[in-house]
């Protein structure tokens, strides 16, 4: 059996890869190695609109309470919704039903630790340890988990947990952590008919901006399907015609964020983690000034936060790897250029809806548009080529390309970069260039392309 778990949870094309099967033997597995020690623990389980969801939400669920685990199902919810709502309620998991911004056919299994928190390999490896063993322990009677929110369970322990007010709590929690009234400004919300569908806009309208809001009917089959922030051309067109101060896009799940401006141009992951990292810096709450974001990140993020005085730490690509450099140097920003942004001390994942209401926070708090607020990032010319190999992790630290890599970088010094890695989930190596001489970083990828094809 190959690794399940790839950089963001167990994903594939429902009912097939990804089958009811696989959904019991690892929810199963996840609830015995993260609840030993506790006498009655229980599970957050809630999924994005997906068909596939509901069948794998059942097979999660039967997974948890074979293991002896109660399960809190609170439905349609963002992800970092369950990882907040796994903390609120003490949980000792948290289970999110999701593919993010993949198609619809496609659905993932994303697992938070007590607290809310992303697994690392570590705990990953002891999950697919277990499933590879088989050795489940399968408890009886009343040790078996229970389903709350249910009529029936009278007396039970968890009588005080129920679905009523889930919803409204994360909204409550989202609009406390927003620190400033929004009345003025107009958004339109591109909900990608995904998890964000209900709460992104309840919680926009409740921090008083005016919203309109795009894209928020899903029916299971239309989730991501040309919309969200894979997809802004409909975003964009919206907020000229409607007029509005700027457009929110989001994926699948709700964790991430994708802007544009009042003419409609984008307002990438990177230009927004440099607003909202001015931001925290000139409020106090930019812990040791410094922002953490991935090696996908673009030189002009880099360039900007060194003119503003912020140090910038890098990680490898996935926001779980963010995640943990937050916690390790208690860093209170951090994020990818796709969106992700996460605000260690309101969540403990990338939240799309946060990210839109702290982004709109600065605008009301500055005076400023979004287009002015964004200059302060450059983009600087990036290349990306995929190359399809036999051996991904061999070709990328062969010493022919690692050479190459070498002198590209010698010949650019400080008015470019270089990034060569293998996919994290298909057989190809990513070769990234950025360059101030758009024409360099276009010759200097295809090289390196050619030499990675032909290794």
């Known amino acids: ?149 249910r009529p029936g369970l009278g007396g039970h322990v968890y009588d005080r947990f129920s679905l009523e007010g889930t919803h409204e709590r994360y909204v409550e929690h989202l609009v406390q952590a927003t620190g400033r009234d929004l009345r003025g400004l107009t958004v339109v919300v591109d909900c990608a008919n995904g998890a964000a569908s209900e709460v992104g806009p309840t919680a926009y309208r409740e921090a008083g901006a005016t919203v309109i809001a795009i894209n928020a009917e899903p029916d299971g089959l239309n989730i991501n399907d040309g919309c969200g922030s894979t997809h802004l051309e409909q975003v964009q067109r919206a907020v000229r015609e409607h007029g509005a101060d700027l457009g929110l896009a989001h994926d699948g799940d709700a964790d991430r964020c994708l802007a544009v401006d009042a003419t409609g141009a984008v307002v990438d992951g990177d230009a927004i983690m440099a607003i909202l990292a001015l931001a925290m810096r000139d409020s106090g709450d930019l812990v040791q000034n410094t922002l953490v974001a991935t090696v996908m990140s673009n030189l002009g993020l880099h360039i900007a936060m060194r003119e503003a005085g912020i140090t910038m730490r890098t990680t490898a690509v996935g926001d779980r790897y963010v995640l943990e450099d937050l916690r390790a140097g208690g860093y209170t920003l951090g994020g990818e250029q796709s969106g992700h942004v996460v605000f260690p001390r309101f969540g403990t994942t990338g939240d799309g809806i946060l990210t839109g209401l702290k982004l709109m926070a600065r605008m009301a708090e500055t005076g400023r548009g979004l287009a002015e607020l964004a200059s302060v990032v450059q983009t600087v010319p990036q290349v990306l080529v995929n190359v399809p190999v036999s051996d991904k992790a061999a070709v990328a630290a062969a010493p022919s390309v690692l050479e190459a890599v070498a002198e590209a970088e010698r010949l650019l010094g400080d008015t470019g970069r270089i990034l060569l890695r293998p996919s994290g989930t298909e057989q190809l190596v990513r070769v990234m260039v950025e360059a101030t001489d758009p024409t360099q970083a276009h010759d200097l990828a295809d090289n390196l392309a050619k030499l990675v094809a032909a290794v």
């Open 1 to 149: 059996m190959g690794r399940l778990f790839g950089t963001d949870g167990v994903r594939g094309l429902a009912n097939e890869s990804l089958s009811p099967e696989l959904a019991l033997q690892v929810s199963s597995a996840a609830a015995q190695v993260l609840s030993r020690g506790k006498k009655r623990a229980l599970a957050v389980v809630g999924r994005d609109p997906r068909a596939s969801g509901e069948m794998l939400e059942a097979a999660v669920t039967a997974g948890l309470t074979a293991a002896g685990v109660d399960v809190l199902s609170v439905g349609v919810l963002p992800t970092p919704a369950v990882a907040y709502l796994t903390g609120l309620y003490d949980a000792c998991l948290g289970v999110m039903i999701s593919a993010s911004h993949n198609p619809m056919p496609d659905n993932g299994i994303k697992i938070f630790a007590a607290g809310g928190h992303k697994l690392d390999d570590a705990i990953e490896d002891r999950i697919e340890a277990l499933i590879a063993e088989g050795a489940f322990t399968r408890p009886t009677g009343a040790a078996i988990g229970r389903v709350l929110g």
